[in-house]
């Protein structure tokens, strides 16, 4: 039975392939040539999420990192080699931080019970939770508790980028703009939480190179 699910994605992707050469004979060579995608997208790597559909884009239009909680962590090489790809040499025009309600990885934070290994990733998302406590405590459930964070801590992500020299260069430069998003799991619409960088983040000046 295992087996035969994992050979149903080799099948799946031959129809693919089918499918799209048949709209086009030159899809893949033509995508085989380079990128130009004009956002980059970081986002949790829930699988419920499936990006490129719930934005209406198709590929090659997306430059996307995924990781647990849609984290931009500084000491995280990984996020922070794709940031400056996308921002210095693809010359992304937009960069999103998209979390979604009901996100293990924050629910997960706001318990006090230790996992193993990814303790330390959670670390992160408890400093969210430190810095947002109020407002998140003063939610009717825990449910609405966990979406209040989840609020919170895209919010204090985009503040992370705004700290990066890239993203600072590519506004400077470029006119690179930054975006906090939700994803609703239940109606599948996108949130923007219309971040405003000036008004939410009034201490970003002790980060800002000259």
């Given at each position: 039975?295992?087996?035969?699910?994992?050979?149903?994605?080799?099948?799946?992707?031959?129809?693919?392939?089918?499918?799209?050469?048949?709209?086009?004979?030159?899809?893949?060579?033509?995508?085989?040539?380079?990128?130009?995608?004009?956002?980059?997208?970081?986002?949790?790597?829930?699988?419920?999420?499936?990006?490129?559909?719930?934005?209406?884009?198709?590929?090659?239009?997306?430059?996307?990192?995924?990781?647990?909680?849609?984290?931009?962590?500084?000491?995280?090489?990984?996020?922070?080699?794709?940031?400056?790809?996308?921002?210095?040499?693809?010359?992304?025009?937009?960069?999103?931080?998209?979390?979604?309600?009901?996100?293990?990885?924050?629910?997960?934070?706001?318990?006090?019970?230790?996992?193993g290994l990814i303790d330390s990733?959670?670390?992160?998302?408890?400093?969210?939770?430190?810095?947002?406590?109020?407002?998140?405590?003063?939610?009717?459930?825990?449910?609405?508790?966990?979406?209040?964070?989840?609020?919170?801590?895209?919010?204090?992500?985009?503040?992370?980028?705004?700290?990066?020299?890239?993203?600072?260069?590519?506004?400077?430069?470029?006119?690179?703009?930054?975006?906090?998003?939700?994803?609703?799991?239940?109606?599948?619409?996108?949130?923007?939480?219309?971040?405003?960088?000036?008004?939410?983040?009034?201490?970003?000046?002790?980060?800002?190179?000259?």
């Amino acid at each position: 039975m295992e087996q035969q699910s994992y050979s149903k994605l080799f099948e799946n992707n031959k129809k693919w392939v089918e499918e799209k050469l048949n709209l086009d004979p030159e899809y893949f060579e033509n995508h085989a040539k380079g990128q130009k995608p004009k956002y980059l997208y970081i986002g949790c790597s829930d699988s419920r999420l499936p990006v490129n559909e719930m934005t209406g884009t198709s590929a090659g239009e997306l430059f996307i990192h995924r990781n647990v909680a849609n984290m931009v962590v500084h000491t995280d090489n990984n996020l922070m080699s794709v940031l400056q790809y996308a921002v210095q040499v693809l010359k992304v025009e937009h960069v999103v931080i998209c979390g979604h309600y009901g996100c293990g990885g924050v629910a997960a934070a706001l318990d006090n019970k230790s996992l193993g290994l990814i303790d330390s990733w959670l670390m992160n998302i408890k400093e969210s939770y430190q810095k947002n406590r109020n407002f998140v405590d003063s939610a009717e459930s825990k449910e609405e508790k966990v979406n209040r964070l989840v609020e919170s801590n895209v919010k204090e992500q985009v503040y992370n980028l705004y700290k990066t020299s890239y993203v600072q260069e590519g506004i400077k430069s470029q006119g690179l703009q930054i975006h906090g998003w939700v994803y609703d799991l239940k109606e599948g619409l996108l949130k923007d939480l219309e971040v405003n960088a000036d008004k939410d983040f009034e201490e970003k000046s002790v980060y800002t190179f000259n």
